[in-house]
């Protein structure tokens, strides 16, 4: 399966700051040879295609440092080099993974998941929403490739987003867009405060267990299913935060690695089923001990390239 990342940059953080930067680094060391894992350096997304989605001021000040004092703290990150450069590359590698995904079944960003940015602004550590640019950016290639009034020449893209906060910006770019569906099952009481309506809303209790957390996946997906019978996605953008897990510390859940693990299967058996390409990014995870990030995390890589090598022995 192929696999893409960013690490390469390092973001410079003041001391103390609360963001666990070293988490992509310690993915892509910790799956580093695996033979389940084709590992390629993402590229940057170009301006046109960040454009498809964000305004042009917006994009212009992140590149140019322009952004205001109270932009970069409702980013959470100070602006540098470094931090516009990254911010483009976790795009460029959702980019390639959703077109890996579109080509072999399953692929990945090692980072990515940045559900917080709006078209105009950035928030909660999310600079460029990269799932809604490879979504914008899959369906006008999808629709070069077609021929005026060919059937099916629209992409459908669903977005399944399990991190534990809202992806309020993802919600508010496609509001009222049929071509995108857009999924968020998160904790009722967490970040960000003030919410926006996706196209379907699971909102948590704080200390939820593993029994109902699946339950209410199971509620989701169904709802999912459900509501495109007659018009499949033909793309999923998978957001698999491990910020649910009992032991993140912004999480406020009590889901196990045990039931993380069983979540992710069940998103990769239904999509492979339905035979939906499905593009992953690893989205938050804030561990108390960081490793339990990473091994969060990696283990939705193996399930990840497991699906991979199902949907590529059972092609025909």
């Given amino acids: 399966m192929q696999a893409f990342y960013a690490d390469e940059i390092v973001l ?29 350096q993402a590229v ?47 795009v460029g590698a959702t980019i390639a993974a959703a077109r890996a995904a579109l080509a072999e079944g399953v692929a990945a960003n090692l980072a990515g998941g940045t559900h917080h940015a709006r078209a105009d602004r950035g928030g909660g550590y999310c600079v460029f929403n990269d799932a809604a640019v490879a979504a914008r950016l899959m369906q006008a290639e999808h629709h070069r490739r077609r021929r005026v009034g060919e059937a099916g020449s629209l992409l459908r893209i669903a977005v399944i987003d399990l991190d534990v906060h809202q992806g309020n910006g ?28 996706s196209d379907l809303d699971v909102e948590l209790p704080d200390g939820c267990n593993d029994a109902d957390y699946l339950a209410a996946l199971d509620r989701a997906l169904d709802e999912l299913w459900c509501r495109h019978a007659d018009a499949p996605p033909g793309l999923i953008f998978y957001l698999a935060g491990a910020d649910p ?40 995870g804030y561990g108390r001990d960081i490793a339990e990030t990473v091994q969060i995390q990696a283990e939705t890589l193996r399930l990840a390239a497991h699906s991979w090598r199902q949907w590529n022995n059972a092609a025909p």
């Fill in 170 to 197: 993802t919600a508010a770019i496609f509001a009222d867009d049929p071509s995108v569906f857009t999924l968020s099952m998160h904790g009722e009481k967490n970040f960000p405060f003030r919410k926006e309506r």
């Fill in 245 to 284: 897990h009992e032991h993140d510390r912004l999480g406020r859940l009590k889901v196990t690695m045990a039931g993380l693990a069983e979540r992710d299967r069940r998103v990769f058996d239904a999509a492979r089923e339905r035979r939906i390409p499905l593009a992953l990014s690893m989205a938050g």
């Fill in 44 to 90: 940057e997304a170009t301006d046109g295609e960040l454009a498809l989605v964000h305004t042009p001021g917006y994009i212009e000040a992140v590149a140019n440092g322009t952004l205001s004092a109270a932009a970069q703290r409702e980013i959470g990150f100070p602006w540098s080099e470094a931090m516009a450069a990254r911010a483009r590359r976790s």
């Fill in 12 to 40: 410079p953080l003041p001391p103390g700051h609360r963001f666990p930067i070293s988490k992509y680094r310690l993915l892509r060391e910790r799956v580093d040879g695996r033979p389940d894992l084709r590992l390629q």
